[in-house]
């Protein structure tokens, strides 16, 4: 401390504090702080609080670190935008619709993967506080699944970009502006240095202001990357149809499908509404007459695949072999086939033949081109396209290949001809292929602007990082699965300052003001709207007749030739996207994180998943596995691919094939936000899957270069099921979880799907006592276990729709996870390749309810409609409830895991539901704030009121479930749905002969298998 | 028995023919020769009075302090941020809170059968090790009555368990287990505190006749309530007291039973069992019984009490422990049997999840410790040594613990549906509530043996053969 520059200079900060004209006094924080001197003193000053930041933040700080930075977030956010006061005045005169307590529905669009799905955002006295699906979206039809209902999370996340900056410091929109100057007028002579780099676009609006711009600086190019790559897709149908199309399938045409490894119904544009149309035909009820049929050939479990009648786990080298075999079964030429499983094959070839013009073969977004050409030729063989599958031109904008797209760019960057790059979203730095050293072609351009949701690894790379508004948050447009055109439009001004892609556009064409709203309205005003339609397209959230128009178009027939078999010895690498957070965008996004995953239930984490033999093959034996699961851990193994290691959790899934190894990419962010990156030893938030995704091979690999070594230690998992099976076996007998049968059976005997004990047990229905008469309602719920997919839609809108807290990693991994709604899976058969069932479990609302009796305090109770009510201001937390749940559906607070204290989650919540605190049980409540909602409605309506009709009370889960799996209602009114689904033959409860009579009960699994193939 | 003046003539046999009665054959005696009322008061009383307190009190104080500080850190830690610090999760929502519960009520057991019950059958050896042994009951439910307030989420609305006028107009829910163990554990605790201080009276009487430090004679004569020892003074104590050990017999049988209750009801696959009153109740004493031997064996080594709580008592404890450990070992058979027998595919899981499950290290110590430990009282020579008696204390300690937790966790972790098996561990926290409820335990107990008389003074005199000079019969 002796010399002069490291003692305290209060009169140097002074001076520096002096020269900062008044107003930005406050948002220049961060330039003081700028020097090294000052990191000193705050070292010196506050050692403890310096240090957690240096260090990166642990998981469990990271709640109380999130409402110091909102604390300091508040302060930003008190100084309006442009520095000028802006006056807010109360109601005086309330304004028309706006009944306090009451939410409006407003429709508008979310864009994932380029692609929009219709929702109808509820907003409460201003504030969008949930998502649901809009029903007149032919994308959506009113279902939504996981990644919608999270966004209203990612919308209020206080980790979001609030600032313009440059390498870190705060900038104004002014200063970027006026930065870009210089290279715009550099552009207008030579605009072939001028880049801008978007994802996928659909968006009218934000396509002819990029193709304005391409006019305006002539030489400027525009290129696309999509780490979710739609290339596969693309070049099959351009190799199939000969140009760039679009494929709409009609699954709900359908009666035979075959999946070639794809996810179709929980990946992908449109899944939520395949999800639908394929569950129309799987539904079973007394009278039903037909069933469809899946066929699934893959190469790692997937939700689609899970609910198949057939499965075929193969190698991903080898699915194009099955291709073959079927395009060569309808008789499109033999070579390449793979000779096993013919006979399988066989049976599903005469399916398909017989189902001519209703069968569908849909091949996964992660096949080489080639797969996705054959399978349009075995549909133009089997006359499925023009009946099940529509072609439609591409409703991208500009369809390219992306790959090729970026590679040029990086090229360029690397000859040094880019001279400016705006990219618009996205994250190559972070998620460009390996190969391509992204950041060093990155670094030789001298201009870099990003415009970012997060502050992320490009942003901190960048000279200019602008926020990017949410989708709720600004005007924009973007086309469905189908083509069709939705109007999106905010709920809510910017929270964060953010700018959108439009307005960024806008400034490169030099039009300074232009507001998203003024960009998207006076596009449509010139393409065909009116004031009439404007208002009709936004109250719909659909542009009338904007699908695109079917081509009459037919693919080719001749399958391309097969490249030599690449050699596939060893392990087979499969990478793909993670199923929650995406390629990695939604890493901050705690409800995603903490959702179970679909088919391994693993929460917070990627793993690398082998089939029970490949892990025995590195040396992980069952028992030691057993031993390991119980304490919440699992091995490690270094996966080496071309020279590059990774030390990976290794998972054990039955189903996967032999020697193949499945790991999501997404994880592992350096810079996402403080969920997305938290940096512990011990919980790393995932590992980056990035760097062993090369351009070649970007769904993985095959052969010697792969080698898995299994590494010392072991590695603490949040997984939230136990990998159970149902095989009497292992759990003791049967125990009646899942009921399930086949359709044939169904058939001759729709009981005999609930099986002997059942009928039984129904019989002794009896009580010592008389039982209870539900005068007025009785709130019931029917499951149909057989459409559900798992694909977790119903548990993340639950969560949003309840105020769920979000518990962490390690409150995850001491099984303390909060979900109301989980989604059982249970495997049955061998571990090979055995059947899956997903079983969504919320409260059964039990009349004879075994949690109401043992409450010392009578916190719950039941209510004269037949609920468990939980009274969560009457809990004193004994937990005797939960341990005498034979469901375990309740829920503690151990800790107190609402966030009481981060102001931006605030808004968020829903304000009809309580936010429970330390100390209290909670559980489903079959939504009965939307019950009383209804109630009240029904009770206005007339002088005398009337009752609450069928369908006037949808549950969270309920609304958002895309394959209407779950159905609610009133079971005393006889013409309800949900009474006329308790009298189906398949209708059963859960642990019946406990005669707890829950009131949730399920539709018993019917697959429909081919009675030509055995087993 | 006493000495009777006048032999029957009947009996009057030749000294010659006199039989010498081996002194194995004779029955073991309840205080050793050669003591006067003088001599028992004068080596109880000086316990309490001496002015010099041995260094190992100290020590062992100072270690009770030490752990009474855990204890606190603990609570503290809980109330300020939340039950989570435990182990407990979603499968199972009580752990250690409610073993330790279950544990202590076992352990206070021994203390109120002893006073009651052998009174009421005038076992007279039960002198000596009566109010110790009550003392260790009335601390036992202290520490175990740490639990079930501090186990809840929101332990400071504890008092909604009571039934009291209130604004919201609101019973307790009379259904539940939990509001029954309210009442059976504070009547449980009123009776033996009650019990326990109305057989001190007469003692504390003697320490203040006997203290010379004036502070001490004021505070002993509070106590002592102006006990003067007149006839009346004795009549109304007598009549109290038996009333108090009539009362007390129930309570004896009642707590076990209804904490039993609290997993009977349930219906949880290993709780749900309807022998488990009987079963509890029999464990309750064997851990009592264990827990009495554990602290009385060095307490009589350590304060020279050998005279007074002589190998009859320790012999006796053993053949109680040996008796209700065949009964807890039965049930644990039995338990096997009836899951089995249930053909309920739940209670067979249940059977073997116990044996093969993730915690069958549990299940195979506590059929050592409860089952097989125990069998060593078959043997005279067992019973009769201090150090064997010990160790099998220690075993049964230990394993009426696992047995606690063989019923609670264990049961829980894997019930109904597979999806929501899990498993539980306790957690540094449940360990140092537990280390702390000890520290409680010895804390109070190393107050009682310094600042009471742990042997009651007046009713050791009565078992002097000078007491029975007249011949009566108790």
């Known amino acids: 401390m002796s010399d002069n520059k490291t003692t305290l200079d209060f009169r140097e900060f002074r001076e520096r504090i002096g020269d900062i004209r008044g107003k930005e006094y406050w948002r220049s924080l961060e330039e003081l702080s700028r020097g090294a001197d000052f990191e000193e003193l705050m070292q010196d000053e506050f050692p403890r609080q310096a240090a957690p930041l240096a260090n990166g933040v642990h998981r469990r700080d990271f709640m109380k670190l999130m409402s110091a930075s909102i604390a300091l977030a508040g302060a930003a956010a008190c100084t309006p935008p442009s520095g000028k006061p802006e006056k ?35 907003s409460h006295m201003g504030r969008p506080t949930k998502i649901e699906g809009n029903p007149d979206h032919p994308s959506s039809l009113g279902g939504t699944d996981a990644y919608m209902q999270a966004s209203i999370l990612g919308l209020y996340d206080p980790d979001r970009s609030q600032v313009v900056r440059t390498f870190g410091e705060t900038r104004t929109w002014s200063d970027f502006i006026g930065a870009l100057q210089p290279v715009l007028k550099e552009a207008a002579v030579n605009g072939a240095g001028l880049r801008i780099l978007t994802q996928t676009v659909t968006s009218p609006t934000l396509g002819a202001a990029l193709r304005a711009l391409v006019a305006q600086y002539p030489g400027m190019q525009w290129h696309q990357w999509e780490p979710v790559s739609g290339d596969n897709k693309r070049e099959g149908l351009r190799s199939a149809f000969g140009g760039y199309v679009n494929a709409v399938y009609h699954f709900d045409k359908a009666s035979v499908v075959v999946s070639l490894d794809s996810d179709f119904m929980s990946d992908g544009a449109g899944h939520v509404r395949y999800s639908r149309d394929f569950a129309s035909r799987r539904r079973v009820r007394h009278d039903t007459k037909s069933m469809n049929r899946l066929y699934a050939i893959e190469s790692s479990p997937t939700s689609s695949g899970s609910i198949a009648d057939h499965r075929l786990s193969v190698r991903p080298s080898q699915i194009e072999g099955c291709a073959r075999a079927i395009a060569a079964g309808v008789g499109l030429g033999a070579a390449g086939a793979i000779a096993e499983n013919a006979s399988w094959i066989a049976a599903l070839v005469r399916d398909l033949q017989r189902n001519q013009g209703a069968a569908i073969v849909v091949a996964g977004d992660d096949q080489p081109p080639v797969v996705h050409a054959i399978a349009m030729a075995i549909n133009q063989a089997i006359g499925a396209i023009g009946t099940t599958i529509t072609i439609t031109d591409s409703p991208e904008v500009e369809p390219v290949n992306q790959l090729e797209s970026l590679r040029r760019l990086v090229t360029d960057m690397n000859a040094g001809s880019v001279k400016a790059l705006i990219m618009l979203g ?52 973007g086309r469905g699965h189908d083509g069709t055109v939705t109007i999106q439009q905010p709920l809510i001004a910017p929270l964060y300052n953010g700018r959108a892609a439009i307005e960024v556009l806008a400034t490169l064409a030099g039009g300074m003001d232009q507001s998203p709203y003024d960009a998207v309205r006076s596009h449509w005003m010139t393409n065909g709207a009116n004031e009439t339609l404007w208002r009709k397209w936004l109250n719909d959230g659909v542009v009338t007749n904007s699908a695109l128009p079917a081509r009459t178009a037919s693919a080719s027939t001749s399958i ?89 959790p290794v998972w054990v899934v039955p189903g996967m094939p032999e020697n193949v190894a499945t790991i999501h990419f997404g994880y592992g962010r350096k810079h996402g936000g403080k969920v997305a990156s938290e940096i512990s030893e011990k919980n790393p938030g995932g590992v980056d899957i990035y760097p062993i995704r090369f351009s070649d091979g970007l769904t993985g690999g095959a052969g010697a270069q792969i080698t898995l070594v299994r590494s010392a230690g072991t590695y603490p998992i949040g997984c939230t099921q136990e990998h159970q099976s149902i095989n009497p076996k292992d759990v003791g007998g049967d125990r009646g979880i899942i009921r399930s049968g086949t359709f044939d059976e169904y058939q001759r005997n729709p009981h005999a799907i609930l099986g002997e004990e059942h009928e039984a047990a129904a019989e002794k229905d009896e009580s010592f006592y008389p039982a209870f008469e539900y005068k007025g309602h009785a709130w019931a719920m029917v499951i149909d276990t057989s459409v559900c997919t798992g694909c977790n839609g119903c548990v993340i809108a639950c969560q949003a729709e309840n105020n769920i807290s979000v518990v962490g990693k390690e409150e995850v991994v001491r099984e303390r996870e909060m979900h109301w709604l989980r989604i059982d899976r249970y495997y049955r058969g061998a571990p090979e390749n055995p059947e899956v069932y997903h079983q969504p479990v919320p409260c059964m609302q039990c009349e004879n309810a075994p949690c109401e009796p043992v409450c010392p305090v009578e916190a719950t109770s039941h209510s004269s409609e037949g609920l468990n009510d939980m009274t969560y201001n009457r809990c004193v937390g004994t937990r005797y409830c939960s341990n005498n749940c034979p469901y375990k559906v309740r829920r503690f607070n151990f800790f107190h895991y609402a966030d009481y204290d981060t102001e931006a989650m605030k808004p968020m919540r829903n304000p009809d539901v309580t936010v429970r605190t330390r100390g209290v049980m909670e559980k489903c409540t079959y939504c009965v704030q939307r019950i009383n909602a209804a109630k009240i409605e029904a009770e206005k309506d007339g002088p005398q009121g009337r009752r609450v009709r069928d369908g006037e009370v949808t549950t969270a889960c309920q609304q958002a479930c895309p394959s209407e799996a779950i159905t609610f209602g009133d079971m005393n009114d006889p013409s309800s749905r949900v009474a006329s689904l308790k009298k189906e033959p398949a209708n059963y409860a859960l642990l019946e002969d406990l005669n707890t009579r829950p009131r949730t009960t399920y539709l018993g699994a019917i697959r429909n298998p081919n009675p030509e193939i055995r087993g | 028995m006493a000495q009777k003046d006048e032999t029957p003539v009947h009996e009057i046999r030749p000294v010659t023919q006199e039989v010498r009665v081996p002194e194995r054959y004779l029955p073991a005696p309840t205080i050793e020769p050669g003591h006067s009322y003088a001599s028992i008061t004068d080596h109880i009383s000086t316990i309490v009075l001496r002015k010099r307190t041995p260094i190992g009190w100290y020590v062992g104080f100072g270690i009770s302090l030490i752990l009474i500080s855990v204890l606190t850190a603990t609570i503290g830690k809980l109330v300020f941020v939340g039950v989570g610090i435990w182990g407990i999760n979603h499968p199972v929502g009580w752990g250690m809170d409610i073993i330790n519960f279950v544990w202590w009520i076992g352990i206070g057991h021994a203390g109120t059968l002893i ?57 307790p829910q009379f259904r539940s287990p939990l509001m029954w163990d309210v009442f059976a554990v504070s009547t449980y605790a009123t009776v033996s505190a009650l019990f326990w201080y109305v057989g001190l009276i007469p003692d504390l009487a003697t320490l203040r006749d006997r203290a010379t430090n004036v502070v001490a004679r004021k505070i002993y004569g509070m106590g002592a309530l102006g006990w003067r020892g007149s006839a009346k003074h004795w009549y109304r104590y007598e009549t109290a007291y038996l009333l108090l050990a009539g009362l007390s017999t129930p309570l004896v049988l009642s707590v076990h039973t209804i904490v039993s209750f609290d997993f009977a009801v349930a219906q949880i696959p290993g ?202 019969e108790h």
């Open chain 2, 115 to 171: 006073s009651a019950i052998l009174l009421l059958l005038r076992q007279e050896w039960r002198t000596s090790i009566n109010r110790f042994a009550e003392a260790m009951t009335l601390f036992a439910v202290a520490a175990a009555g740490l639990y079930p307030a501090l186990h809840t989420g929101r332990p400071w609305y504890d008092f909604w368990l009571f039934p009291y006028p209130n604004t919201m107009t609101l019973w």
């Open chain 1, 560 to 648: 391309p030739a097969p490249v030599a078999p690449k050699q596939s010895g060893g392990f087979e690498l499969r990478i793909t996207h993670d199923p929650n957070i995406y390629d990695g965008r939604f890493a901050n996004n705690a409800w995603l994180q903490e959702l179970p995953k679909p088919q391994t239930k693993i929460t917070w984490e990627n793993v690398l998943l082998l089939s029970p033999k490949s892990a025995n093959a590195i040396g992980f034996g069952d028992a030691e596995r057993d031993d390991l699961f119980n304490e919440k851990h699992t091995l490690q193994a270094d996966l080496s691919f071309r020279g590059r290691t990774l030390r990976v």
């Open chain 1, 88 to 122: 807010i005045v109360p109601y005086v005169k309330q304004p028309e619709d706006l009944i306090p307590g009451k939410p409006l529905f407003f429709a508008t669009a979310m864009p994932l993967g380029g692609y929009t799905t219709g929702v109808l955002a509820e």
């Open chain 1, 426 to 477: 996205g994250n190559p730095i972070f998620d460009a292929p390996a190969d391509f050293n992204f950041a060093a072609a990155f670094d030789k351009v001298p201009f870099r602007a990003h415009l970012s949701p997060y502050y992320d690894e490009t942003s901190m790379l960048s000279h200019w990082h602008i926020p990017e508004t949410h989708y709720l948050e600004t005007w924009g447009d």
């Open chain 2, 271 to 472: 709780w749900h069992a309807t022998f488990f009153p009987p079963y509890f109740v029999a464990g309750a004493v064997f851990a009592g019984f264990a827990m009495v031997l554990t602290l009385a064996i060095p307490a009589r080594k350590f304060l020279k009490l050998e005279d007074f709580i002589t190998m009859k008592h320790l012999e006796n404890m053993g053949k109680i422990m040996l008796a209700t450990g065949m009964i807890v070992f039965y049930s644990y058979l039995m338990e096997l049997f009836l899951g089995w027998y249930s053909g309920n595919v739940f209670e067979r899981f249940m059977v073997h999840n116990r044996i093969f499950g993730p915690y069958w290290k549990m299940y195979v110590a506590l059929i050592v410790c409860n089952g097989l430990a125990p069998q060593m009282m078959w043997f005279k020579r067992f019973r009769t040594s201090t150090a064997f008696l010990f160790i099998t204390a220690m075993f049964v300690n230990v394993g009426m613990w696992l047995e606690r937790f063989v019923i609670i966790p264990a049961s829980l972790h894997r019930d109904f549906l597979p999806s929501s098996w899990g498993m539980y561990h306790g957690s540094p926290w449940d360990w140092s509530m537990f280390i702390g409820s000890m520290g409680l335990f010895l804390f109070l107990l190393f107050l009682f043996i310094r600042f009471l008389p742990m042997i009651s003074i007046f009713e050791m005199r009565t078992l002097l053969p000078e007491a029975h000079a007249h011949g009566e």
